[in-house]
C-alpha cells in the first residue's frame, strides 16, 4: 500500500479528527483526485510538443493523458475548434498517494530556489492547485530527451468545504507550505 495512504489512516486522519472537532471519520478531509495538466498552446505550431507533453505526463504519472481540445475559435490566438492544446491526468486511489509522495519528496526538492508553496492558493472549497514550471523537476522524466521545456498544474480535490481543514491535511501529509517570514519578503 502507498505509504501517505497508511500515514493518512493512522496518523492524519485522527489527528485531524480531534483538531477540528469531527465525530465521524469520513467527515474529516481526504483527497479525492489529483488533476495534472500540460496546457500546451504551442501545438498548434508544431504537433511534436503535444507528443513530447503527453510522453512526459504518462512518465510521471504512470498513466496515460488524455488530449484536450480546443472548445472554440479565437483567430487572436490561431485557434481552431477540435485543435489539440493541452492534456490532463486525473490520479485516483493508491496511484494518487505514490504521485504526491513522488512530488513531496522527490520533485519539490528539486525546484530552483524552492521555498514552499504558496499557503494561499486554496480556491475557497478546500481545493488547492500549484502550478510547476517546468517537467524536468521529476526525476522519472530524462532531461536529455526534453527538446520543450513544459509547465504543469496539479490541482488537488479534497473533501469537505474548509480551506483551513484541507490546508492542514497536505500540511500533515508532507506538502511544504512557505511560512509567514517567507511571505512578508515576497
Not at 530527451?145 to 474548509?162: C, H, L, N, R, W
Amino acid at each position: 500500500m502507498a505509504r501517505l495512504l497508511d500515514a493518512y489512516k493512522e496518523k492524519v486522519a485522527p489527528e485531524l479528527m480531534k483538531q477540528f472537532g469531527y465525530t465521524n471519520r469520513m467527515a474529516a478531509p481526504r483527497l479525492l483526485k489529483i488533476t495534472v495538466n500540460m496546457g500546451v498552446g504551442k501545438a498548434t505550431e508544431n504537433k511534436k510538443r503535444m507528443e513530447d507533453a503527453a510522453r512526459d505526463l504518462a512518465t510521471i504519472t504512470g498513466q496515460k493523458p488524455l488530449i484536450t481540445r480546443a472548445k472554440k475559435s479565437v483567430s487572436a490566438f490561431k485557434l481552431r475548434e477540435g485543435l489539440e492544446i493541452g492534456c490532463k491526468v486525473t490520479l485516483r486511489g493508491k496511484r494518487m498517494y505514490e504521485f504526491l509522495d513522488r512530488l513531496i519528496s522527490l520533485a519539490a526538492p528539486r525546484i530552483r530556489d524552492f521555498r514552499g508553496f504558496n499557503p494561499n492558493a486554496f480556491d475557497g472549497r478546500g481545493n488547492y492547485t500549484l502550478g510547476l514550471a517546468e517537467q524536468s523537476v521529476f526525476p522519472d522524466v530524462n532531461i536529455d530527451k526534453v527538446e520543450f521545456v513544459q509547465g504543469m498544474d496539479i490541482t488537488f480535490t479534497i473533501s469537505g468545504a474548509s480551506d483551513e481543514a484541507s490546508r492542514e491535511l497536505l500540511r500533515q501529509l508532507g506538502l511544504p507550505f512557505r511560512r509567514d517570514e517567507d511571505r512578508a519578503r515576497a
